[in-house]
Every structure is written in structure tokens, then in C-alpha cells.
């Protein structure tokens, strides 16, 4: 199914850079891989960043070095 957007629907094309808001949850880790290993496939060429954005109107806590480690080895 995302190899079908990316290819069948043009959502990402030549030369994207795309930014991955990274919260730490599974979603936006799954959605950060997906796209790093999409990434190395010759077309389209894209480059993928990932942030994370700390809250301070919410209750919240992440491990920033292991999203950090985790982001730089992908």
C-alpha cells in the first residue's frame, strides 16, 4: 500500500524533502522507516528528516537520545 502511493499516486517525487514529525510513538517511527528505506531506492530520489517537537502545554515524555540514535541509523 505505500510503495502504491509513492509509485501509482505521485505522492513523493524527484528531489522531495520530506519532514517527519517524530513523537516517539510507533506511528511515527513506522512512518520514519517506511520512508528512510523508500529512500534508497533510485527513483524517486527523496531525503527524509525527522524533529521532534517537545510540548510544554501537554504532559509528555520521550527517550530523545534513542529517537535520536534511532533516526541518525536509518
Same mark, same amino acid.
Given at each position: 500500500? /505505500?510503495?502504491? +502511493?509513492?509509485?501509482?499516486?505521485g505522492?513523493?517525487?524527484?528531489?522531495?524533502?520530506?519532514? %517527519? +514529525?517524530?513523537?516517539? +510513538?510507533?506511528?511515527?517511527?513506522?512512518l520514519?522507516?517506511l520512508?528512510?528505506?523508500?529512500?534508497?531506492?533510485l527513483k524517486?530520489? /527523496?531525503? %527524509?528528516?525527522?524533529v521532534?517537537?517537545?510540548?510544554?502545554?501537554?504532559?509528555?515524555?520521550?527517550?530523545?537520545?534513542?529517537l535520536?540514535?534511532?533516526?541518525?541509523?536509518?
Amino acid at each position: 500500500m /505505500f510503495n502504491k +502511493g509513492v509509485v501509482e499516486y505521485g505522492l513523493i517525487e524527484d528531489e522531495d524533502k520530506i519532514l %517527519v +514529525g517524530l513523537s516517539g +510513538g510507533k506511528d511515527s517511527l513506522a512512518l520514519l522507516e517506511l520512508l528512510a528505506l523508500r529512500s534508497r531506492i533510485l527513483k524517486p530520489h /527523496f531525503s %527524509v528528516i525527522a524533529v521532534h517537537v517537545i510540548m510544554k502545554n501537554i504532559p509528555y515524555q520521550s527517550d530523545l537520545e534513542y529517537l535520536k540514535s534511532y533516526a541518525d541509523s536509518l
